[in-house]
Nanobody, 123 residues
C-alpha cells in the first residue's frame, strides 16, 4: 500500500526558509513521478514542482529560483527546499506520486496523495 506522509511545515517570516519532507512507502520500484502541490484557502490546488526518476524537474513560474525539489531514493524521501518565502506562499503543501515515466505538473495526473502540511509566511 502506497503511503505519503508530509512534514516540515510551520510558520516563518517573509524571506525565511523551510524544508518540507515527504516519506514515501510502498512505492520503491519502477519509474516514478513525484510532485509537490499547494492549496491556499479559496484557491485551486497548484502544482509547485515535479521530479521524475531521472531527476528532471519542472517548477511553477511563481517559485522558480526560490524552491528546489529533490529526492533521496535510498531513504524513500522527497524534499522541497523553500527559500525567500513570501506571504503568498502560505498554503497547505501536498506530496503526490504516480508510477509512470511521464511526469506532468497537473493535479489529475497523480493518483497517490499525502494529507498535507501547513506553511504560513507572515509579513
Amino acid at each position: 500500500q502506497v503511503q505519503l506522509v508530509e512534514s516540515g511545515g510551520g510558520s516563518v517570516q517573509t524571506g525565511g526558509s523551510l524544508r518540507l519532507f515527504c516519506a514515501v512507502s510502498g512505492f520503491t520500484y519502477g519509474p516514478n513521478c513525484m510532485a509537490w502541490f499547494r492549496q491556499a484557502p479559496g484557491k485551486e490546488r497548484e502544482g509547485v514542482a515535479i521530479i521524475d526518476s531521472d531527476g528532471n524537474t519542472n517548477y511553477a513560474d511563481s517559485v522558480k529560483g526560490r524552491f528546489t525539489i529533490s529526492q533521496d531514493k535510498a531513504k524513500n524521501t522527497l524534499f522541497l527546499q523553500m527559500n525567500s518565502l513570501k506571504p503568498e506562499d502560505s498554503a497547505i503543501y501536498y506530496c503526490a506520486a504516480r508510477r509512470d515515466s511521464i511526469c506532468i505538473r497537473q493535479q489529475d495526473w497523480f493518483n497517490y496523495w499525502g494529507r498535507g502540511t501547513q506553511v504560513t509566511v507572515s509579513s
